[in-house]
Structures are given as C-alpha cells and as structure tokens.
C-alpha cells in the first residue's frame, strides 16, 4: 500500500510565501510524474505544477503561478515541493498532491495516487 501526505499549508498574507511538501510512503520502486493541483470553493480542481521523474527540464506550470512557484523533487525522499512567493488571494485553496507511483512487484504498471490535501489560505 502507498500513500501521499502532505504539509507545509497556512494562512499567509498576501505578498508573502509558503512551502508545501509531500512525501510518499509505502512500498514503493519508482515514481513517475509529481504534481500539485488545487481547488477552490466551488470550482473545479486544476493543475498548478507537474515534474517528471527526470526533474528540473520537464516542469509545467499553470500560467497563473508562473514566476511565483517553483515545484521541485527529492527522488531518494520520495517528496516533492511547491515554494510558492508571492502569493495572491486568489491563490487560496486546497492543495492536492499527485503522484504517479510504481509499488514493487507492479512492473511497468503505476497507481496514480492523491494526497489528503493542504489548506492555503491568502489575506490581503
């Protein structure tokens, strides 16, 4: 069995910072694809930030936090991170952490997996 836990959520001011983290945990070979996603009241959930496995020239990011966050990832960890600087109030929401993860003994099969989520919460 594998799971994600997330932290680093808060209350921040507008203009200020946050670091999220998750780790996975579990049995667990591999881990392909890494993200944050987020969701707001009353809307739908949507990509901030994905990374490959092979890092740091393999980023997407959602238009809307470009220049502001930063996703990276500790592979011997098994976490990934989202700094996230000068936040905005529309950047509150529940942040969700995914991740494409390969247990031993799966092969080349993956389960893709979902954290519990993270309040971020930003006041102007």
């Known amino acids: 069995q594998v799971g994600l836990v997330e932290s680093g959520g808060g209350s921040v001011q507008a203009g200020g910072s946050l670091r999220l983290s998750c780790e996975a945990s579990g049995s667990i070979f591999s881990i392909n694809d890494m993200g944050w996603y987020r969701q707001a009241p009353g809307k739908q959930r949507d990509m901030v930030a994905t990374?490959?496995?092979?890092?740091?020239?393999?980023?997407v990011y959602a238009d809307s936090v470009k220049g502001r966050f930063t996703i990276s990832r500790d592979n011997a960890k098994n976490t990934v991170y989202l700094q996230m600087n000068s936040l905005r109030t529309e950047d509150t929401a529940v942040y969700y952490c995914?991740?494409?993860?390969?247990?031993w003994g799966w092969g080349q099969r993956s389960l893709n997996s979902w954290g519990q989520g993270t309040q971020v919460t930003v006041s102007s």
């Open positions: 995914n991740a494409d993860i390969v247990p």
């Open positions: 990374i490959k496995r092979s890092g740091p020239g393999n980023i």
